[in-house]
């Protein structure tokens, strides 16, 4: 009996022990959960400080470039310089009437000063200063002197292209992007990268890098995105040329918010090594590299001088064709469709607007317009546009989000991202990821074949439609997406579009604003309404679109359009 009690109780210690081991056990993987969160927070800070640190640093160096170069040159008229057209500028530059040196620190200081209302840049590229003191080499170049800013996924050598998430940060390219080769060697300098949203989808322009950029028309609005930081710069005069990318707008929507024109050219027709995209290996929503300036003119410029063979031999997956200035001068009356509405969001008033008129100056100049509507909208938008962007059900987006903060502008687009699988199919806005890839691609090829033999029908050589606009208050571009509707087909379509500025937001179209409907009236609409409210003031444009690898004619439409409204005003 003694022995069965000394068992026993060695049982009840030996339990005990257990669960005090247990308990420690517990304690200590809870422990190092902990430390491993807080250490990976405490990373992630390290990381966004050093991007800081380096883009502060850059500045400060530029500031006291521009300081130095002041004063010893106190006659140079950085005004005059500013006010110059990129085709004024070029041609004063080629004429020697113009310096390189006092054109690029006049662009050097504006830029700093812009940057410092709106928080466009991500970083001077110091090494600008090294190319200007050889830019000689390249005086025959169409862009020679040309201070040129990039957005910031366009790759610069030793600078990191994070596309405003942490995972790519710390991670500086090994070489210039091809684009950034071909405008070294047409003489531009690049000289500043400019601002993106977290991730590129979506067109507001912020990330927990970088910060907010704002509008430069108005501060408590945002520029748009994704090349949100090149039109606040732009828009702002800090730069009179820029290049940015468009995957569903990312051109084309800042260019409306902030005033300028921005240009997509047809898929492929421009190089894309070196352009990093968030999306890799996603081909049924195609991205485009781009020009946004001032003017139509400065777009054209822009695609003449990388159109050219040092493009062709640096990316041979690029078609060797050149930039056709024939077609682009050309001045024969079009047959132009205009769309009033797709059908699927209804424009805000001073969207419609801006078409309408336009409508009028064309028709008034000897054009031929003819009501034309997109086919089957509701189709396209849910069958290729969203599932062709989540067809890895955003697993790729997801792990690029991974180790930092998620932005407030993306919060509202990406948190249902993370829901489980079983509920995403319950939500009529997120579908579950294609079993057949195949086929989406399939249907995405014959809907552009369908497109086109419909314009071939209607007989129209180019379109007239809106784009999204006017600018909009803070946080709202992650949850208003139905309206890239108007964009973001054109994508799929792999169609050239681009932007120019016509009007600018009236008392009118704000009063006209309190009665917006909408289409469905349901809760995109009502976002929307919210979204572009108290817009009076700031501008309107418009959206041109050609079939493609008929950019030059998609230009030429564009020019038409930009002349025949200046001209309405004088």
């Given amino acids: 009996m003694e022995k069965v009690e000394q068992f026993l109780r060695g049982v009840e210690l030996d339990n005990r022990t257990a669960a005090l081991i247990t308990a420690a056990a517990c304690g200590v993987g809870a422990l190092v959960l902990m430390v491993r969160k807080v250490t990976s927070h405490r990373e992630a800070n390290d990381k966004i400080q050093r991007a800081r640190n380096r883009r502060t640093e850059s500045l400060q160096r530029a500031e006291q470039a521009v300081l130095r170069h002041k004063e010893s040159h106190p006659t140079t008229d950085s005004a005059a310089i500013l006010k110059l057209s990129l085709s004024e500028l070029t041609k004063q530059l080629r004429e020697g009437l113009l310096n390189p040196e006092d054109v690029f620190y006049s662009y050097m200081e504006k830029t700093l000063d812009v940057h410092k209302q709106l928080n466009c840049c991500t970083g001077i590229l110091l090494e600008s200063f090294d190319q200007l003191k050889t830019i000689a080499s390249n005086k025959d170049g169409l862009l020679y002197g040309v201070p040129i800013s990039i957005k910031e996924n366009i790759a610069y050598k030793n600078h990191d292209s994070s596309c405003g998430v942490l995972i790519n940060l710390d991670q500086p390219v090994h070489k210039d992007s091809v684009l ?9 300098i690049p000289f500043v990268k400019t601002n993106l949203p977290q991730g590129l989808l979506n067109y507001d322009c912020s990330n927990p ?29 800090g730069s009179l040329l820029g290049l940015g990318s468009d995957i569903g707008g990312s051109i084309r929507i800042p260019a409306s918010f902030c005033g300028i024109c921005g240009f997509k050219p047809t898929a492929g027709r421009l190089s894309s090594q070196g352009v990093r995209p968030i999306y890799r290996g996603q081909k049924s929503v195609l991205s485009s590299a781009g020009p946004m ?32 200035v024939q077609i682009y001068q050309s001045s024969k009356p079009l047959r132009i469709g205009y769309v009033e509405s797709d059908g699927y969001m209804q424009p805000s008033p001073s969207m419609a607007r801006g078409i309408r008129e336009v409508k009028a100056l064309l028709e008034q100049a000897g054009h031929t317009l003819v009501p034309y509507s997109p086919l089957r909208m509701d189709y396209v938008a849910t069958e290729l546009l969203v599932k062709g962007i989540l067809a890895d059900g955003t697993t790729t987006l997801l792990q690029k989000l991974e180790g930092g903060p998620l ?15 079983w509920l995403k199919r319950t939500l009529s806005f997120l579908l579950k990821p294609l079993v057949n890839l195949w086929k989406q691609h399939a249907a995405v090829e014959d809907y552009i074949q369908e497109t086109i033999a419909d ?53 009118e179209d704000e009063e006209e604003l309190k009665h917006y409907k909408g289409i469905h009236q349901d809760h995109w609409d009502k976002l929307f309404k919210q979204a572009v409210s108290g817009g009076e003031g700031l501008p309107v444009a418009v959206q041109c679109v050609a079939l493609p690898w008929q950019d030059e004619l998609c230009l030429r439409f564009m020019k038409e359009v930009e002349q025949l409204v200046k001209q309405s005003r004088d």
């Fill in 180 to 188: 950034v080769e071909v405008l070294k060697r047409q003489g531009a």
């Fill in 209 to 237: 890098i970088y910060g907010q950029t704002v509008n430069p028309h108005n501060l408590q609005k945002t520029s748009g995105g994704s090349s949100g930081g090149e039109g606040a710069l732009i828009g702002g005069g």
């Fill in 293 to 324: 300036a001032k003017d139509v003119e400065s777009l054209a410029l822009c695609m003449q001088a990388l159109l050219c063979d040092h493009m062709f031999s640096l990316d041979p997956t690029v078609p060797p064709i050149p930039f056709n």
């Fill in 407 to 421: 932005d407030p502008c993306l919060r509202a687009q990406v948190i249902p991202y993370y829901l489980p699988t």
């Fill in 455 to 507: 314009w071939k029908r209607c007989n129209i050589d180019v379109l007239l439609c809106p784009v999204i606009g006017p600018a909009y208050n803070f946080l709202y571009c992650g949850k208003v997406t139905p309206i890239l509707s108007y964009t973001m087909l054109y994508n799929l379509l792999t169609f050239p579009a681009g932007v120019v500025h016509v009007s600018t937001v009236t008392a």
